[in-house]
Protein backbone atom coordinates (compact mmCIF):
# COMPACT_ATOMS: atom_id res chain seq x y z
CA UNK A 1 0.00 0.00 0.00
CA UNK A 2 1.40 3.65 -0.58
CA UNK A 3 -0.08 7.01 -1.00
CA UNK A 4 -0.51 7.88 -4.69
CA UNK A 5 -2.04 11.26 -4.34
CA UNK A 6 -4.47 13.62 -3.47
CA UNK A 7 -7.64 14.70 -5.50
CA UNK A 8 -10.04 18.12 -4.85
CA UNK A 9 -13.72 17.27 -5.16
CA UNK A 10 -16.80 17.83 -3.82
CA UNK A 11 -18.17 15.07 -2.58
CA UNK A 12 -16.36 11.68 -1.96
CA UNK A 13 -18.44 9.87 -5.16
CA UNK A 14 -16.81 12.47 -6.91
CA UNK A 15 -13.48 12.18 -5.71
CA UNK A 16 -13.63 8.54 -6.26
CA UNK A 17 -13.93 9.52 -10.03
CA UNK A 18 -11.10 11.73 -10.40
CA UNK A 19 -9.25 8.95 -7.80
CA UNK A 20 -9.59 6.05 -10.77
CA UNK A 21 -8.73 8.37 -13.56
CA UNK A 22 -5.57 9.56 -11.97
CA UNK A 23 -3.97 6.69 -10.06
CA UNK A 24 -5.84 3.29 -12.19
CA UNK A 25 -6.17 4.69 -15.49
CA UNK A 26 -3.42 2.30 -16.70
CA UNK A 27 -4.48 -0.39 -14.33
CA UNK A 28 -1.13 0.36 -11.69
CA UNK A 29 -3.59 -0.27 -8.49
CA UNK A 30 -5.27 -2.95 -7.60
CA UNK A 31 -7.49 -0.99 -4.81
CA UNK A 32 -7.63 2.59 -3.67
CA UNK A 33 -9.19 3.91 -0.45
CA UNK A 34 -10.57 7.49 -0.90
CA UNK A 35 -10.47 9.09 2.78
CA UNK A 36 -11.54 13.02 3.79
CA UNK A 37 -8.58 14.68 4.75
CA UNK A 38 -10.67 15.46 7.66
CA UNK A 39 -10.24 11.81 8.33
CA UNK A 40 -6.58 11.67 8.88
CA UNK A 41 -4.62 11.83 11.90
CA UNK A 42 -1.40 12.90 11.41
CA UNK A 43 1.73 12.27 13.80
CA UNK A 44 4.80 14.43 13.13
CA UNK A 45 6.36 14.87 16.47
CA UNK A 46 10.09 14.11 15.88
CA UNK A 47 10.44 13.11 19.92
CA UNK A 48 7.77 10.25 19.03
CA UNK A 49 9.77 9.26 15.51
CA UNK A 50 13.53 9.97 15.66
CA UNK A 51 13.40 10.38 19.01
CA UNK A 52 17.69 11.36 20.04
CA UNK A 53 18.95 7.62 21.44
CA UNK A 54 20.97 5.27 20.09
CA UNK A 55 18.86 2.69 18.56
CA UNK A 56 21.19 1.19 16.20
CA UNK A 57 20.70 -2.27 17.59
CA UNK A 58 17.24 -2.16 16.11
CA UNK A 59 19.16 -2.32 12.65
CA UNK A 60 21.24 -4.32 10.48
CA UNK A 61 24.12 -1.79 10.92
CA UNK A 62 24.17 -2.17 14.26
CA UNK A 63 26.26 -4.72 14.44
CA UNK A 64 29.83 -4.77 13.23
CA UNK A 65 30.47 -8.30 12.68
CA UNK A 66 33.54 -8.73 10.10
CA UNK A 67 36.52 -8.01 13.01
CA UNK A 68 34.91 -10.61 15.16
CA UNK A 69 34.22 -13.29 12.42
CA UNK A 70 37.93 -12.36 11.25
CA UNK A 71 38.66 -13.53 14.94
CA UNK A 72 36.93 -16.29 15.36
CA UNK A 73 37.90 -17.44 12.25
CA UNK A 74 41.51 -17.48 12.69
CA UNK A 75 41.26 -18.91 16.44
CA UNK A 76 39.33 -21.67 14.75
CA UNK A 77 41.98 -22.41 12.07
CA UNK A 78 44.37 -22.16 14.95
CA UNK A 79 43.01 -24.61 17.23
CA UNK A 80 42.03 -27.28 14.27
CA UNK B 1 -18.28 -19.88 -2.93
CA UNK B 2 -21.49 -21.71 -3.88
CA UNK B 3 -21.04 -23.85 -6.77
CA UNK B 4 -18.18 -26.45 -7.98
CA UNK B 5 -17.20 -24.33 -11.23
CA UNK B 6 -16.44 -21.13 -9.30
CA UNK B 7 -14.17 -23.09 -7.02
CA UNK B 8 -12.54 -24.70 -9.55
CA UNK B 9 -11.60 -21.69 -11.40
CA UNK B 10 -10.53 -20.20 -8.00
CA UNK B 11 -7.69 -23.13 -7.84
CA UNK B 12 -6.95 -22.29 -11.65
CA UNK B 13 -6.07 -19.14 -10.72
CA UNK B 14 -3.94 -19.66 -7.09
CA UNK B 15 -2.49 -22.45 -8.93
CA UNK B 16 -1.32 -19.89 -11.60
CA UNK B 17 0.25 -17.51 -9.60
CA UNK B 18 -2.64 -15.47 -8.77
CA UNK B 19 -2.96 -13.83 -5.45
CA UNK B 20 -6.71 -13.60 -2.89
CA UNK B 21 -7.14 -10.52 -1.21
CA UNK B 22 -9.41 -10.75 2.18
CA UNK B 23 -12.56 -9.99 1.02
CA UNK B 24 -12.36 -12.10 -2.15
CA UNK B 25 -14.67 -14.99 -2.57
CA UNK B 26 -12.32 -18.45 -1.38
CA UNK B 27 -13.70 -21.89 -0.89
CA UNK B 28 -14.06 -22.80 1.98
CA UNK B 29 -10.72 -25.38 2.15
CA UNK B 30 -8.59 -22.45 1.28
CA UNK B 31 -10.07 -20.83 3.55
CA UNK B 32 -9.77 -23.12 6.28
CA UNK B 33 -5.88 -23.86 5.50
CA UNK B 34 -4.98 -20.43 5.12
CA UNK B 35 -6.40 -19.76 8.60
CA UNK B 36 -4.58 -22.95 10.05
CA UNK B 37 -1.27 -21.80 8.73
CA UNK B 38 -1.13 -17.87 9.84
CA UNK B 39 -2.70 -19.12 13.64
CA UNK B 40 -0.33 -21.41 13.82
CA UNK B 41 2.74 -18.46 12.51
CA UNK B 42 0.93 -15.93 15.09
CA UNK B 43 0.82 -18.27 17.96
CA UNK B 44 4.42 -19.24 17.14
CA UNK B 45 6.03 -15.51 17.21
CA UNK B 46 3.65 -14.97 20.02
CA UNK B 47 5.00 -18.36 22.34
CA UNK B 48 8.42 -17.75 21.24
CA UNK B 49 8.85 -14.73 23.06
CA UNK B 50 8.83 -16.78 26.54
CA UNK B 51 12.41 -18.73 26.41
CA UNK B 52 13.76 -14.78 25.14
CA UNK B 53 12.17 -12.89 28.50
CA UNK B 54 13.37 -15.19 30.63
CA UNK B 55 17.00 -13.53 29.32
CA UNK B 56 16.41 -9.59 29.66
CA UNK B 57 17.59 -9.41 33.55
CA UNK B 58 20.12 -12.23 32.75
CA UNK B 59 21.26 -9.57 29.52
CA UNK B 60 25.52 -9.21 30.39
CA UNK B 61 25.50 -5.91 29.11
CA UNK B 62 22.90 -2.64 28.92
CA UNK B 63 22.84 -2.84 24.87
CA UNK B 64 22.21 -6.82 24.85
CA UNK B 65 19.58 -5.90 27.01
CA UNK B 66 17.97 -3.34 24.74
CA UNK B 67 18.89 -5.63 21.82
CA UNK B 68 17.17 -8.51 23.62
CA UNK B 69 14.29 -6.73 24.83
CA UNK B 70 13.79 -4.70 21.17
CA UNK B 71 13.65 -8.14 19.50
CA UNK B 72 11.06 -9.26 21.99
CA UNK B 73 8.99 -6.44 21.22
CA UNK B 74 9.32 -7.05 17.82
CA UNK B 75 8.19 -10.76 17.40
CA UNK B 76 5.27 -9.88 19.65
CA UNK B 77 4.22 -7.09 17.07
CA UNK B 78 4.59 -9.78 14.43
CA UNK B 79 1.94 -11.91 16.40
CA UNK B 80 -0.13 -8.74 16.29
CA UNK B 81 0.35 -8.42 12.42
CA UNK B 82 -0.37 -12.22 11.90
CA UNK B 83 -3.61 -12.06 14.23
CA UNK B 84 -4.97 -9.00 12.48
CA UNK B 85 -4.25 -11.26 8.94
CA UNK B 86 -5.66 -14.61 10.63
CA UNK B 87 -8.99 -12.33 12.00
CA UNK B 88 -10.24 -11.38 8.56
CA UNK B 89 -10.50 -14.79 7.26
CA UNK B 90 -13.07 -15.03 9.77
CA UNK B 91 -12.21 -16.43 13.62
CA UNK B 92 -12.26 -14.02 15.89
CA UNK B 93 -9.05 -13.43 17.86
CA UNK B 94 -10.33 -14.34 21.62
CA UNK B 95 -11.19 -17.97 19.93
CA UNK B 96 -8.04 -18.06 18.80
CA UNK B 97 -6.52 -16.73 22.17
CA UNK B 98 -8.97 -19.36 23.98
CA UNK B 99 -7.79 -22.21 21.22
CA UNK B 100 -3.77 -22.02 21.88
CA UNK B 101 -4.42 -21.43 25.69
CA UNK B 102 -6.28 -24.69 25.73
CA UNK B 103 -3.74 -27.12 23.77
CA UNK B 104 -6.17 -26.84 20.82
CA UNK B 105 -3.80 -25.15 18.34
CA UNK B 106 -0.28 -25.58 17.72
CA UNK B 107 3.19 -23.35 18.23
CA UNK B 108 6.75 -24.02 16.04
CA UNK B 109 8.47 -26.91 18.18
CA UNK B 110 11.34 -24.81 19.11
CA UNK B 111 9.37 -22.70 21.28
CA UNK B 112 8.76 -25.60 23.60
CA UNK B 113 12.19 -26.30 24.96
CA UNK B 114 13.74 -24.83 27.83
CA UNK B 115 16.98 -22.39 27.25
CA UNK B 116 20.25 -22.85 29.73
CA UNK B 117 22.57 -20.24 28.97
CA UNK B 118 23.34 -17.19 27.25
CA UNK B 119 24.57 -19.60 24.96
CA UNK B 120 20.86 -20.50 24.23
CA UNK B 121 20.09 -16.54 23.59
CA UNK B 122 22.54 -16.69 20.94
CA UNK B 123 22.07 -19.47 19.23
CA UNK B 124 18.35 -18.88 19.37
CA UNK B 125 18.70 -15.37 17.98
CA UNK B 126 20.75 -16.71 15.16
CA UNK B 127 19.86 -20.28 13.82
CA UNK B 128 16.71 -20.35 15.08
CA UNK B 129 15.56 -17.06 13.67
CA UNK B 130 17.25 -18.38 10.47
CA UNK B 131 15.32 -21.33 10.11
CA UNK B 132 12.76 -18.98 10.15
CA UNK B 133 13.61 -16.52 7.77
CA UNK B 134 14.30 -19.11 5.22
CA UNK B 135 10.58 -20.67 5.00
CA UNK B 136 9.45 -16.78 5.73
CA UNK B 137 10.86 -15.19 2.46
CA UNK B 138 9.25 -17.81 0.63
CA UNK B 139 5.93 -16.44 2.00
CA UNK B 140 6.35 -13.47 0.88
CA UNK B 141 5.37 -15.19 -2.93
CA UNK B 142 2.23 -16.65 -0.50
CA UNK B 143 -0.80 -16.70 -2.42
CA UNK B 144 -2.55 -15.12 0.20
CA UNK B 145 -1.92 -11.48 -0.40
CA UNK B 146 -2.39 -9.91 3.20
CA UNK B 147 -0.39 -12.72 4.62
CA UNK B 148 2.39 -12.08 2.19
CA UNK B 149 2.71 -8.46 2.41
CA UNK B 150 3.14 -8.83 6.10
CA UNK B 151 5.92 -11.32 5.71
CA UNK B 152 8.09 -8.51 4.00
CA UNK B 153 7.88 -6.27 7.14
CA UNK B 154 8.71 -9.45 9.31
CA UNK B 155 11.27 -10.65 7.42
CA UNK B 156 13.47 -7.24 7.17
CA UNK B 157 12.95 -7.77 11.07
CA UNK B 158 13.89 -10.96 11.52
CA UNK B 159 17.05 -10.07 9.28
CA UNK B 160 18.13 -7.57 12.67
CA UNK B 161 17.56 -10.14 15.21
CA UNK B 162 19.60 -12.79 12.81
CA UNK B 163 22.57 -9.88 13.15
CA UNK B 164 22.03 -9.69 16.40
CA UNK B 165 22.10 -13.65 16.95
CA UNK B 166 25.21 -13.91 15.21
CA UNK B 167 26.60 -10.94 17.22
CA UNK B 168 26.27 -12.82 20.61
CA UNK B 169 27.59 -15.86 18.68
CA UNK B 170 31.20 -14.45 17.54
CA UNK B 171 31.48 -12.29 20.79
CA UNK B 172 31.31 -15.63 23.27
CA UNK B 173 33.45 -17.24 20.44
CA UNK B 174 36.34 -14.56 20.47
CA UNK B 175 35.85 -15.01 24.29
CA UNK B 176 36.78 -17.55 27.12
CA UNK B 177 36.95 -21.50 26.66
CA UNK B 178 34.00 -21.30 28.77
CA UNK B 179 32.38 -19.09 26.86
CA UNK B 180 33.29 -21.29 23.80
CA UNK B 181 31.67 -24.10 25.43
CA UNK B 182 28.67 -22.15 26.59
CA UNK B 183 28.02 -21.62 22.38
CA UNK B 184 29.15 -25.36 21.87
CA UNK B 185 26.52 -26.91 23.94
CA UNK B 186 23.79 -24.68 23.01
CA UNK B 187 23.85 -26.07 19.51
CA UNK B 188 23.95 -29.29 20.85
CA UNK B 189 21.29 -28.84 22.72
CA UNK B 190 18.99 -27.08 19.60
CA UNK B 191 20.90 -28.94 16.57
CA UNK B 192 17.76 -31.70 16.83
CA UNK B 193 14.96 -29.21 17.09
CA UNK B 194 16.35 -26.90 14.32
CA UNK B 195 16.60 -30.01 11.76
CA UNK B 196 13.02 -31.13 13.13
CA UNK B 197 11.53 -27.41 12.63
CA UNK B 198 10.67 -27.21 8.65
CA UNK B 199 8.95 -30.71 9.15
CA UNK B 200 9.42 -34.18 7.47
CA UNK B 201 9.57 -34.24 3.68
CA UNK B 202 5.65 -33.82 1.98
CA UNK B 203 4.45 -35.41 -0.96
CA UNK B 204 4.30 -32.17 -3.30
CA UNK B 205 1.73 -33.95 -4.75
CA UNK B 206 -0.68 -34.56 -2.05
CA UNK B 207 0.57 -31.19 0.41
CA UNK B 208 -2.35 -28.60 -0.30
CA UNK B 209 -0.34 -25.66 1.19
CA UNK B 210 1.86 -26.16 -1.46
CA UNK B 211 -0.67 -26.78 -4.35
CA UNK B 212 -2.35 -23.91 -3.66
CA UNK B 213 0.43 -21.82 -3.13
CA UNK B 214 -0.37 -20.68 0.54
CA UNK B 215 3.25 -21.83 0.89
CA UNK B 216 5.54 -21.77 -2.07
CA UNK B 217 8.15 -23.92 -0.84
CA UNK B 218 8.62 -27.85 0.38
CA UNK B 219 9.54 -28.64 4.32
CA UNK B 220 12.86 -30.54 2.50
CA UNK B 221 13.69 -27.54 0.20
CA UNK B 222 13.73 -24.97 2.76
CA UNK B 223 16.11 -27.24 5.12
CA UNK B 224 18.49 -27.84 2.25
CA UNK B 225 18.49 -24.11 2.30
CA UNK B 226 18.98 -23.30 6.00
CA UNK B 227 21.82 -26.19 5.52
CA UNK B 228 23.76 -24.58 2.59
CA UNK B 229 23.77 -20.83 4.14
CA UNK B 230 24.22 -21.75 7.99
CA UNK B 231 26.54 -24.73 8.44
CA UNK B 232 29.31 -23.10 6.75
CA UNK B 233 29.22 -20.24 8.75
CA UNK B 234 29.06 -22.26 11.97
CA UNK B 235 31.86 -25.01 10.93
CA UNK B 236 34.15 -21.39 9.87
CA UNK B 237 33.94 -20.65 13.88
CA UNK B 238 35.49 -24.02 14.81
CA UNK B 239 32.27 -25.62 16.28
CA UNK B 240 30.45 -28.94 15.56
CA UNK B 241 27.67 -29.81 14.62
CA UNK B 242 26.27 -32.68 16.51
CA UNK B 243 25.30 -35.43 13.71
CA UNK B 244 28.05 -37.35 12.39
CA UNK B 245 26.17 -38.07 9.28
CA UNK B 246 26.32 -34.71 8.23
CA UNK B 247 28.04 -33.94 5.11
CA UNK B 248 27.58 -32.21 1.66
CA UNK B 249 27.26 -34.24 -1.05
CA UNK B 250 29.04 -33.00 -4.00
CA UNK B 251 27.50 -35.04 -6.81
CA UNK B 252 23.94 -33.97 -5.84
CA UNK B 253 24.31 -30.76 -4.62
CA UNK B 254 22.24 -31.90 -1.01
CA UNK B 255 22.75 -32.24 2.35
CA UNK B 256 22.69 -35.47 3.63
CA UNK B 257 22.20 -35.78 7.39
CA UNK B 258 21.13 -38.15 10.07
CA UNK B 259 16.70 -38.41 9.50
CA UNK B 260 15.61 -36.20 12.61
CA UNK B 261 13.58 -37.54 15.38
CA UNK B 262 10.09 -36.74 13.82
CA UNK B 263 8.17 -38.97 16.88
CA UNK B 264 10.02 -35.99 19.03
CA UNK B 265 8.66 -33.35 16.80
CA UNK B 266 5.15 -35.08 16.65
CA UNK B 267 5.40 -34.92 20.58
CA UNK B 268 6.36 -31.85 21.51
CA UNK B 269 3.91 -30.07 18.92
CA UNK B 270 0.91 -31.53 20.52
CA UNK B 271 2.02 -30.25 23.99
CA UNK B 272 4.47 -32.44 25.66
CA UNK B 273 7.95 -30.52 25.22
CA UNK B 274 9.79 -30.32 28.06
CA UNK B 275 8.47 -26.63 28.31
CA UNK B 276 5.35 -26.80 26.82
CA UNK B 277 2.80 -27.21 29.98
CA UNK B 278 5.64 -24.21 31.50
CA UNK B 279 4.86 -22.00 28.89
CA UNK B 280 1.04 -22.17 28.19
CA UNK B 281 0.45 -21.93 32.40
CA UNK B 282 2.57 -18.47 31.94
CA UNK B 283 0.63 -17.68 29.29
CA UNK B 284 -2.75 -18.16 30.93
CA UNK B 285 -1.78 -16.68 33.94
CA UNK B 286 -0.46 -13.93 32.09
CA UNK B 287 -4.12 -13.62 30.33
CA UNK B 288 -5.91 -13.82 33.18
CA UNK B 289 -3.86 -11.10 35.06
CA UNK B 290 -4.29 -8.72 31.98
CA UNK B 291 -7.82 -9.35 31.80
CA UNK B 292 -8.27 -5.58 33.61
CA UNK B 293 -6.47 -4.05 30.78
CA UNK B 294 -8.86 -5.39 27.77
CA UNK B 295 -11.84 -4.85 29.60
CA UNK B 296 -11.26 -1.34 30.23
CA UNK B 297 -10.20 -0.58 26.97
CA UNK B 298 -12.83 -2.61 24.90
CA UNK B 299 -15.94 -2.09 28.05
CA UNK B 300 -16.70 1.22 27.32
CA UNK B 301 -16.49 0.54 23.26
CA UNK B 302 -18.55 -2.67 23.28
CA UNK B 303 -20.85 -0.89 25.63
CA UNK B 304 -21.40 1.85 23.01
CA UNK B 305 -22.04 -0.12 20.29
Known sequence: MMHSGNVRAPDLELATHYAREFYSRRQESHRLWIVPREAITELDDPDLLKPPFDRSFKRPGGYLIKHK??????RAAEES | MSTDASAEAFYAHVMGGGKVEADDPMPDDYRAAILKFVEMHANSELMGVLPERDWILRAPTLRR??????KIQDEVGHAQLLYRVAEDLGKPREQMFADLLAGKTKFHNVFHYPTHSWGDVGIIAWLVDAAAIVSQQALRDSSYAPYARTMKK????????IMHGRDVVLTLMNGTSRQRAMVQEALNRWWGPLMQMHGPPTNPATDRD????????GNEQLRQEFLSIYVPRIWELGLTVPDPGLRHDHATGRWEYTEPDWDELRSVVTGHGPASQERLGFRRTNYDQTQWVRDAILGPAAAVA
Open chain 2, 154 to 161: ICWEESVH
Open chain 2, 65 to 70: KLALTS
Open chain 1, 69 to 74: LEAAKA
Open chain 2, 210 to 217: LIWKIKTK
